[in-house]
Structure formats: C-alpha cells, structure tokens
C-alpha cells in the first residue's frame, strides 16, 4: 500500500510539474520547421537596410518605419518584440553578408527589408533556402516578383513593382509633358536597370522612340562622355532612375553638356532624399521625379506615426519609403497572429511554423496599412501602388501629377 501511495505521488507531482511548464507537449510539424520562443523570451524581427554610405537616408527612413511599428504594437501573442538591424548596403555583397547573418539566428521569424533590389536578389535566396521570410519595403524591381527571373518563394514586398512606375512615368513624359524622344540612363542594379527598361517599353507603346539606353557605373566620377553620347542622339527627356551619388552628378554635369540645353531631366524614388538635393543646388530646379504617392491622409499617419517616427528620428522623414516598411512589419506581425501559425502553450511557449508563416503572409487580403490595403498575390506583390511625378521646385520635391 505504501508503494501504490508513493507511486501515485510521484505521479501526481510530475503531472503537476507539467503543468507548470505549460502542460502540453508542442510538437513541430511544419514542413520546413519552427521556431520556438521560450515564455520570457521576445519575438525576435530582423531588418536588412541601407543604414551606411551614400544611400544612408534611404534605409534609416524605412528602419525608423519598422521600429515605429514595434513600438506601437508592443507584443505579440504575450511576447515582447525585438529586432536585430543589419546593413544591406544597397549592394549585392550587402544583401548576401546580412541574409546569411540573420539565417544563422534561429530565432528570428522574418526579416523586413532589404533596401535596395540589387541587395534584394541574393538576400531572398539566402532567406528562401533557409526556410525564412522576408517583406521588403523598397524594392521595386519587377525580376523580384517575376517566377522567370529572381523571385524565391519566401519572399513579399508592399512596395510597388516597377512595371507601374515606369507605365506612369511614360504616360506623364508623352500626355503630359509632349515628348516624344527620350533618353534612359541606368547602373546595371536591377532597381535601375529594370525601371529604365519598364519605361522604355511604354514610352515606345504610346508612340516615343527611346533614342539612347545606357548604363554607367554607380560610382562614376565623371559622366561628360556619357552624356556627351547621350546628347548626340537627340532626346527631348532623360530618365535616370539611378541612386544618389550617380543622380547627383548626372544632374550637375549635364547643364554643361553641349546639345543637352533645354533637354528635361527626370529622376525616380532612388533620389528622392535631402541630400540629393543638396548636392544639386541650382541645377536640379524644375527637373522631375516618380515615385510612391505620399500624400497620406489617413489619421494613423498624421496622428501617431509620424509624431513616433520624429520622436525616433530627431527629424523629419527623409525618403519615400517609411511608411511601406510600416505597412511591412505589420504585415508579419498579423501574419504571427494568423491561426494555424503559432502554437501556444498555457505558459506562453510558442511554436511558430516557418511554412505557416510564408501562407499567412501570402494570404494577406484586405489589410488597410498606411500605404492603402494590402493584398498579395501568389508571387509576393502586395502593394497598393499608387504613383505620383514630383517637380523640383525651390529646392524640394513638390507632387504635380496626377
């Protein structure tokens, strides 16, 4: 008797001491693996950004977008949030060094990023191969959602895709400006070069001719040949979708460039920056530049993003894509709540599918971000895309189409 009293306390004692650590008995049976979070751990979020260099304004501005959007939101299933930020460099060898960082994390669930499409194609095959996901928030190159190009299956972005943005651009040069010779300029990223090209073909379909297309290196110190050719073909609009180094001296040399007088200069969201302006003082008045309408209405904007982004930032915004990166973090973080994603312990232990993160984030329908409402589709475009053409006008990027 003694012995049956004893067993059935050591029985109960460790059925009690089960249930102190949660009771049930998660077991991961997502195809491609979990991650599990520990009930006095965070959720841990990666970012990939151009937070160095030249293009510094680009990533911050996004990077404060996602910090924003953890901070408003605080947790997530009873868990904290944390991000661990990497630099993407705006560059190939930035993409792959930071995926392969963040890969080498288990516990971290998705990454928001990367900047810049060049650092956005072997960054998703880094992400993707390793079971990961990601949702950039500038990106626009149409190879990253193109399956006959550089799409890979964990990745998403709520930025345009640059099919839209080049079709705009063409419609506005020929309907709006009159003309019809023009002249593309890119750096062989796939950013620049795909938006040229996207240009180039429906300013062609609405009854242009594209006069020149060419390249130059991102780090070009001088462009008076380049132009010079560009020149000696015959344009009546130059478009130069490139980053800021390359823009700025683009629109400093070609003032001096014989045959180039009365020419219109245009540009693209890769520009849109103070500091683009600052280095082209009295040279890029009255030049013209796509990109993402930020003429956001809504009151979760005016109201409680921006006053947080300030907060964060000492400053105003500095790019055109923060509230994309917004849209981006909350996006997985809705994503995390989608049922069938986490398991949950009494204790607060989660199991997270990887497989059921990527179909939650593919599933996205209907979901009002700051950008508009965001909806993916089977290859991972989920923006709202709505474009808008700025002039430079005293100095600052002023919309004036459509």
């Known amino acids: 008797m003694k012995r049956r009293v004893l067993f059935f306390l050591l029985v109960m004692t460790a059925v009690l001491a089960l249930s102190a650590c949660g009771g049930e008995s998660l077991e991961c049976t997502d195809e491609i693996g979990c991650v599990e979070v520990a009930p006095d751990e965070p959720i841990v979020l990666a970012s990939s950004l151009v937070i160095s260099g030249p293009n510094t304004e680009l990533g911050l501005d996004s990077q404060y977008g996602v910090e924003v959007a953890l901070e408003l939101r605080e947790e997530v299933l009873g868990h904290p949030l944390e991000l661990q930020a990497e630099d993407d460099g705006c560059s190939a060898e930035g993409g792959q060094t930071s995926a392969t960082k963040i890969v080498s994390n288990p516990q971290i669930v998705a990454m928001v990023g990367t900047s810049c499409s060049g650092a956005g194609v072997p960054a998703a095959k880094i992400i993707s191969d390793a079971g990961y996901a990601m949702v950039s928030p500038s990106n626009t190159s149409p190879a990253l959602t193109d399956p006959a190009q550089a799409f890979q299956p964990g990745y998403l972005r709520t930025a345009h895709n640059d099919l839209v943005q080049g079709r705009a651009m063409a419609e506005f040069a020929i309907n709006e400006l009159g003309v019809t010779k023009a002249a593309a300029i890119h750096d062989g990223d796939p950013y620049t070069e795909g938006l040229a090209s996207a240009f180039s073909g429906p300013f062609e379909e609405l009854g242009g001719e594209i006069v020149a297309f060419e390249a130059e290196a991102p780090d070009a110190s001088n462009v008076e040949p380049l132009l010079t050719s560009v ?117 607060g232990t989660l199991l997270i599918g990887r497989q059921a993160l990527r179909d939650a984030l593919y599933a996205t329908s209907g979901l009002e971000g700051i950008t508009g409402t965001i909806t993916c589709d089977e290859n991972g475009d989920c923006a709202d895309p709505k474009i808008t053409v700025s002039e430079v006008q005293n100095n600052a990027f002023v919309p004036i189409w459509p």
């Open 231 to 347: 020149a000696a073909a015959g344009p009546e609009f130059i478009y130069y979708p490139v980053f800021i180094p390359l823009g700025s001296l683009i629109t400093n040399t070609a003032k001096d460039i014989p045959g180039l007088e009365g020419v219109i200069l245009a540009a693209a969201d890769g520009v849109q920056s103070p500091s683009f302006l600052e280095n082209t003082v009295g040279t890029s008045d009255g030049m013209y530049a796509s990109g993402p309408d930020l003429g956001f209405d809504n009151t979760l904007y005016q109201d409680e993003f921006l006053p947080k982004y300030q907060e964060l930032a000492g400053g105003d915004t500095t790019a055109p894509f923060h509230a994309h990166a917004f849209d981006a973090t909350n996006m997985v973080l809705d994503a995390l709540e989608a049922e069938g994603v986490a398991q949950q312990a009494s204790d």
